[in-house]
């Protein structure tokens, strides 16, 4: 499973939308794409996942173009809580390559 | 459901030590999977199993055994500590179609001196 490519870092305000875009290069026919969140000192937590279109579920949705070389993931109105590292992945039953992640700052 | 349970979740070895990290799963999940997870970097695959008695390895895997001899447990072994195995290590689990996600345990934090 090939690693994506994605921003080091990201800074917001609470009450903001953020779209954090993903690359996948070298996405394979059967992957699907999936965001994970991650807080210091836990494991990382499923936020959603797709494999072409859009989906959306009660936290973010996901952007997938027709290609599926790109992903967006976009959080609606984000908090100081959702400060956070964002992982996106190219997964195949549950194997998955993780990149260093986009570190999502929210300000107040 | 307790989901992802590691043990311990902090410990200290001296270098040429060996232990054993603890990772069970209660939801009947084929796929487990071990990363470990390096200050300011991601989380980087050591060792996975698609169901009991069958595992391989992933990006990392020098310096770890395991084994899965039931669908609930897979224990991850470091033969021989060195200190460049300092790190936190999560254990991760799936039903293993397609899509689905990954569920993590807490971690397990080592440091070896």
């Known amino acids: 499973l090939a690693k994506t490519t994605q921003p080091i870092s990201m800074d917001s305000y609470e009450g903001q939308e953020v779209n954090i875009t993903c690359s996948h290069n070298?996405?394979?026919?059967?992957?699907?794409i999936t965001w994970y969140q991650q807080f210091p000192s836990q494991g990382p937590r499923f936020i959603i996942q797709?494999?072409?279109t859009k989906v959306t579920n009660e936290v973010a949705s996901l952007f997938i173009p027709a290609d599926r070389k790109s992903s967006t993931l976009s959080l609606p109105r984000v908090s100081l809580s959702d400060t956070a590292v964002y992982y996106c992945?190219?997964?195949?039953?549950?194997?998955?390559?993780f990149g260093d992640g986009t570190t999502l700052t929210v300000k107040p | 459901n307790a989901g992802v349970t590691q043990t311990p979740k902090f410990q200290v070895l001296k270098t040429g030590q060996s232990m054993t990290l603890q990772c069970a799963q209660d939801m009947n999940h084929e796929y487990m999977s071990w990363y470990r997870q390096d200050p300011g970097m991601g989380l980087r695959l050591i060792h996975y199993s698609v169901g009991a008695g069958i595992t391989d390895q992933g990006e990392v895997p020098n310096g770890y055994n395991v084994s899965r001899s039931t669908t609930e447990d897979f224990p991850l072994r470091l033969l021989s500590a060195a200190p460049s195995q300092t790190s936190v290590y999560f254990c991760?689990?799936?039903?293993?179609?397609?899509?689905?996600?990954?569920?993590f345990g807490q971690g397990t934090r080592l440091t070896v001196v």
């Open positions: 070298n996405i394979a026919t059967n992957d699907y």
């Open positions: 992945l190219d997964t195949n039953a549950g194997k998955s390559t």
């Open positions: 797709g494999y072409k």
């Open positions: 991760a689990s799936s039903t293993g179609d397609r899509a689905n996600e990954a569920f």
